[in-house]
């Protein structure tokens, strides 16, 4: 049992063109399904809005930690304690954060990709994780068994 | 819409973080790793093995008694501390969300880039 997670996966595709795909705002927001305002620049805040349809309303926001061409690239964000609209507060200033690294190495493939998000033990103990930035029906399925599971057991 | 109204669902629930901060360490893992036996220990057992002292032993217990991995209980003038898998198995489940999230924003980018027709 670790506190972080990391995931590897190949692309089929130079190098470059996934640092693109991961630097570039608008590449970003494609793939991420998210409307950015703004390039990233490390040490700013990059904001936008969630376009996965049903989260709309939720906000998205990444501090820029490293942009090391092609071999890194970080940020940290937001836990947002709830996306569901009744529950929602877009005031993530006292939000614990947790770090996502992007790891880009050429392989036969094209590139290796290893992501990892860490700093869960950041989460104050009065938060409710009930649900969590972007959201689709994989994490809603999710959500279900952790709520089944804590019925159960409490 | 208040934050600091907990449902009585989310009143009962516990919180992943005191699990996650409880296991960034060697010591406790260790002890984790041998309570997951299912067996009660006292806190000789404990320090058995160990390079650490008693205090330091009911030091890190305390700290996993607090996340609610360990139960302390009483026989006699001794402690015995037993583990209980739910706060971890809680945690195990969020982390597996977010997880399986991960693989699918990751997914939609390997599509993202490898599908683009080239110019």
């Given at each position: 049992m670790t506190d972080r997670i990391e995931k590897r996966i190949e692309i089929k595709a130079p190098v470059s063109r996934v640092w693109r795909a991961l630097?570039?705002?608008?590449?970003?927001?494609?793939?991420?399904?998210?409307?950015?305002?703004?390039?990233?620049?490390?040490?700013?805040?990059?904001?936008?809005?969630?376009?996965?349809?049903?989260?709309?309303?939720?906000?998205?926001?990444?501090?820029?930690?490293?942009?090391?061409?092609?071999?890194?690239?970080s940020f940290t964000w937001p836990l947002i304690k709830s996306v569901d609209p009744a529950n929602y507060s877009a005031d993530y200033s006292t939000a614990p954060r947790t770090l996502v690294e992007f790891r880009l190495e050429k392989n036969a493939t094209g590139t290796l990709l290893t992501l990892t998000e860490s700093g869960f033990e950041n989460i104050a103990a009065d938060w409710r994780l009930e649900a969590f930035r972007r959201n689709d029906g994989g994490w809603t399925e999710q959500m279900k068994n952790i709520e089944g599971y804590v019925a159960k057991n409490s | 819409?208040?934050?600091?109204?907990?449902?009585?669902?989310?009143?009962?629930?516990?919180?992943?973080?005191?699990?996650?901060?409880?296991?960034?360490?060697?010591?406790?893992?260790?002890?984790?790793?041998?309570?997951?036996?299912?067996?009660?220990?006292?806190?000789?057992?404990?320090?058995?093995?160990?390079?650490?002292?008693?205090?330091?032993?009911?030091?890190?217990?305390?700290?996993?008694?607090?996340?609610?991995?360990?139960?302390?209980?009483?026989?006699?003038?001794?402690s015995l501390f037993a583990f209980n898998p739910e706060p971890l198995q809680e945690a195990k489940n969020y982390l597996e969300s977010v997880s399986e999230q991960w693989d699918q924003s990751l997914a939609r980018l390997k599509m993202f880039v490898e599908e683009e027709k080239p110019n």
């Open positions: 630097t570039d705002y608008r590449e970003f927001g494609e793939w991420f399904r998210v409307k950015l305002e703004g390039p990233f620049v490390v040490g700013q805040t990059t904001r936008g809005q969630i376009t996965y349809p049903g989260y709309e309303h939720v906000k998205w926001e990444a501090l820029v930690q490293a942009m090391e061409p092609e071999r890194l690239f | 819409m208040s934050r600091k109204t907990p449902s009585s669902r989310s009143a009962r629930r516990r919180s992943h973080a005191p699990v996650f901060a409880a296991l960034g360490d060697r010591t406790r893992l260790a002890l984790v790793a041998k309570l997951s036996s299912g067996e009660n220990y006292s806190i000789s057992q404990l320090t058995e093995g160990s390079r650490l002292t008693r205090q330091a032993i009911t030091k890190h217990l305390r700290v996993l008694e607090h996340a609610g991995m360990v139960r302390c209980m009483r026989r006699g003038r001794e």
